[in-house]
Antibody, heavy 117, light 106 residues
């Protein structure tokens, strides 16, 4: 069955870095674009970043562009989000999600990132 | 940038009642709209994609309609497990979400 298992969250000071991972199984990982979405405490969903199936193209929401990098290793069936220069306002639960022609049916379980001094 | 406005912010209903949730886009989306349900501590669950197509495994009491700028999610008869927050989302960069409608028990 399709699974997206996330890891890498935690508490970090402002200005520091953190890398999130999303390990995929149960489907052809290299056949799907992948996304990161976040949700600040008590708030709604915010799209963060996308990467194409072959990893050649990525895009970001304005608030993270230049600080975050989405990447993937199709040989390891894993998606990453490298987060640099973290800010307090980046505090959120981060979800990975699989894109398909029939919608975003599969999501990771979410991982909490807390940016605090 | 396209803005999605969901209304109402909160819907207070009883089990068995009909729920009608609205999502209005600031520009024409065609039928490129999805609906998600989210419960506390859980990842979002896809309900509807392309405005009106139910995702796999979604009960028939959930239906989506609309096109262009006005979209509706209808839950024909609320079950206890349907009390949650519902988000609409546009397809395409940026994959904007609405701010959500909370369906709560009256």
């Amino acid at each position: 069955q399709v699974q997206l298992v996330q890891s890498g969250g935690g508490v970090v000071q402002p200005g520091r870095s953190l890398r999130l991972s999303c390990a995929a199984s149960g489907f052809t990982f290299s056949g799907h674009a992948m996304h990161w979405v976040r949700q600040a405490p008590g708030k709604g969903l915010e799209w963060v970043a996308v990467i194409t199936s072959d990893g050649t193209t990525a895009d970001y929401t304005d608030s993270v562009r230049g600080r975050f990098i989405i990447s993937r290793d199709n040989s390891k069936n894993t998606l990453y989000l490298q987060m640099d220069s973290l800010r307090v306002q980046d505090t959120a639960v981060y979800f990975c999600a699989r894109e398909s022609s029939s919608g975003w049916h599969y999501w990771g379980q979410g991982t909490l990132v807390t940016v605090s001094s | 940038e396209i803005v999605l406005t969901q209304s109402p912010a909160t819907l207070s209903l009883s089990p068995g009642e009909r729920a009608t949730l609205s999502c209005r886009a600031s520009q024409n989306l065609g039928n490129f709209l999805a609906w998600f349900q989210q419960k506390p501590g859980q990842a979002p669950r896809l309900l509807i994609y392309d405005a009106s197509i139910r995702a796999t495994g979604i009960p028939a009491r959930f239906s989506g309609s609309g096109s262009g700028t006005d979209f509706t999610l209808t839950i024909s008869s609320l079950e206890p497990e349907d009390f949650a927050v519902y988000y609409c989302q546009k397809r395409g960069n940026p994959w904007t979400f609405g701010h959500g409608t909370k369906v709560e028990v009256k």
